[in-house]
């Protein structure tokens, strides 16, 4: 029988995946309660990254600590909008995902801190091997997880398990949430800046992948660059792929590339390079002298001539 399943595994067409289980995830109530990595977490499990489960307890604790994490609205706005929150995330995981139930009979079993065992109980219920995403994992100790097979992790590690095992993916799902984002609109740049705090390493892994740079840029190009319409961004790769082109016939002396972004460029702007210029300008001279051209292109977009 081994050895049939090892054939098996061999004989994969060619450019297909082997299968592998979807890992199951918990998300606890602090995690739920900032935008970033609930919505990011949540849009891995929409592209089955990952199965996110959730409880009615945990949401909850949501509702009870939403309004203390609030800075912005009176108490009545706080409470209306935690109760709306709630109240989506519950159709979401009714819909989507999935709500953990008869969870509670397994919590006078359960190890850990004692109002955190609701938690693990929930984890319990869905599954061998469920993983509970949390920013308070010294509540969630592995001598009381591990034998209920259970493990518990911050969101940013976790992020970056489904970074290793599909980067591709995680970059598609960071370029939907720029798409969806409208109030602010956001490009993917400021997606992974916002996420950045939550999860440093995946937002860094992530820019790296798409091979976004930022861009410095005075007070003025900035404020320039908001009154565009943002149909018209789309004009900044051709003016990409001139600036880069002209850079290669011409490229400056290694004295005018600076080592590093300069601690007052405190502006800017995040422009994701498309994968053939980047390789283009790497086998020329190295992947460090592109911002310089991606500068220029910016500028050029934003000075009055072409615009006026």
């Not at 911050?154 to 969806?180: K, S, T």
């Amino acid at each position: 029988m081994a050895s049939i399943v090892s054939r098996r595994a061999i004989c994969l067409p060619t450019g297909a995946r082997p299968f592998v289980p979807r890992p199951v995830i918990l998300l606890d109530a602090n995690v739920l309660i900032p935008f970033d990595p609930r919505d990011t977490l949540l849009k891995a499990a929409e592209h089955n990254l990952c199965r996110a489960v959730c409880s009615e307890m945990i949401l909850a604790e949501v509702r009870r600590n939403y309004p203390k994490v609030r800075k912005a609205g009176d108490a009545t706005e706080k409470t209306r909008q935690a109760d709306a929150l709630v109240n989506a995330l519950r159709d979401s995981f009714r819909s989507a995902y999935a709500m953990i139930a008869r969870y509670e009979r397994h919590i006078p079993r359960m190890r850990n801190d004692e109002k955190d065992r609701h938690v693990t109980a929930a984890a319990w219920e869905a599954g061998r091997g469920t993983i509970i995403v949390t920013y308070n994992t010294k509540d969630f100790r592995a001598e009381h997880l591990a034998p209920f097979h259970l493990s518990a992790t911050r969101p940013d590690p976790f992020l970056m398990r489904l970074f290793r095992a599909d980067p591709d993916e995680c970059a598609a799902i960071v370029r939907e949430q720029a798409r969806e984002r409208r109030r602010p609109p956001m490009s993917a740049g400021e997606i992974l800046d916002g996420l950045a705090t939550d999860a440093p390493a995946y937002a860094k892994a992530v820019r790296e992948h798409m091979r976004l740079l930022f861009v410095p840029l005075s007070e003025g190009e900035v404020a320039r660059l908001r009154t565009i319409p943002r149909a018209e961004h789309e004009h900044i790769d051709d003016l990409v792929v001139r600036a880069a082109q002209a850079w290669m016939a011409n490229p400056p002396s290694p004295t005018d590339i600076p080592a590093r972004r300069p601690k007052d460029a405190t502006v800017g702007v995040t422009v994701e390079i498309p994968d053939f210029i980047a390789a283009a300008v790497r086998r020329v001279s190295g992947e460090q002298r592109l911002p310089l051209a991606l500068a220029d292109a910016v500028r050029r977009w934003l000075s009055p001539s072409p615009l006026s």
